[in-house]
T-cell receptor, first 114, second 112 residues
Framework: EDKVVQSPLSLVVHEGDTVTLNCSYE??????LLWYKQEKKAPTFLFML????IEKKSGRLSSILDKKELFSILNITATQTGDSAIYLC??????????????FGQGTILTVHP | DGGITQSPKYLFRKEGQNVTLSCEQN?????MYWYRQDPGQGLRLIYY???????QKGDIAEGYSVSREKKESFPLTVTSAQKNPTAFYLC???????????FGPGTRLTVL
């Protein structure tokens, strides 16, 4: 059975801290790994990773994939209260032409206090 | 503005009733998806469709049904056979063959 596991499940930090969120996966037909941020309702896309060792960066957020060890990390530096959200990791594990069939992890609830 | 709309935002139903959740997109995306989100369990795929008049079961399709008569619309029916229907339901769409999915604002269904 395909599985995506995120850790920690919840995290409370203060503004200015750096956090690392983890995502490990076991899927039969890996294509890509995606990170989403869910603040209130609709998740919004952060990163897509397909190759090992290549860091994706957007402002204070960065992410990297290790396809040998089957995990990814999402780093957030100098956290702000606006970073408080659920961070979702998903793996595209479809076979054949069924692109976009995602398996999600449980999510990490990040709370940033002022 | 392009996007995905879901209606209603909140829905209350009595046990044993079927209920249909609406999902419409004007992004011209071929692929559409339905997910269920429960606390502490992330998103789980219910059904997805890559083309009009065709759809596939996801991981938790039992007790749900869908139709895809138009490219823009992918309604989800929660039937009385669904044992625990109270949840937050998210609809998404994507360009066929592309990984990024765009999500609607969700419908919170409560069955009393």
């Amino acid at each position: 059975e395909d599985k995506v596991v995120q850790s920690p499940l919840s995290l409370v930090v203060h503004e200015g801290d750096t956090v690392t969120l983890n995502c490990s996966y076991e899927v039969t037909n890996f294509r890509s790994l995606l990170w989403y941020k869910q603040e209130k309702k609709a998740p919004t896309f952060l990163f897509m990773l397909t190759s090992s060792g290549i860091e994706k960066k957007s402002g204070r957020l960065s992410s990297i994939l290790d396809k040998k060890e089957l995990f990814s990390i999402l780093n957030i530096t100098a956290t702000q209260t606006g970073d408080s959200a659920i961070y979702l990791c998903a793996v595209d594990n479809a076979g054949g032409t069924s692109y976009g069939k995602l398996t999600f992890g449980q999510g990490t609830i990040l709370t940033v206090h002022p | 503005d392009g996007g995905i709309t879901q209606s209603p935002k909140y829905l209350f139903r009595k046990e044993g009733q079927n209920v249909t959740l609406s999902c419409e997109q004007n992004l011209n995306h071929d692929a559409m998806y339905w997910y269920r989100q429960d606390p502490g369990q992330g998103l789980r795929l219910i059904y997805y469709s890559q083309i009009v008049n065709d759809f596939q079961k996801g991981d938790i399709a039992e007790g749900y049904s869908v139709s895809r008569e138009k490219k823009e619309s992918f309604p989800l029916t929660v039937t009385s056979a669904q044992k625990n229907p109270t949840a937050f339901y998210l609809c998404a769409s994507s360009i066929l063959g592309w990984y990024e999915q765009f999500f609607g604002p969700g419908t919170r269904l409560t069955v009393l």
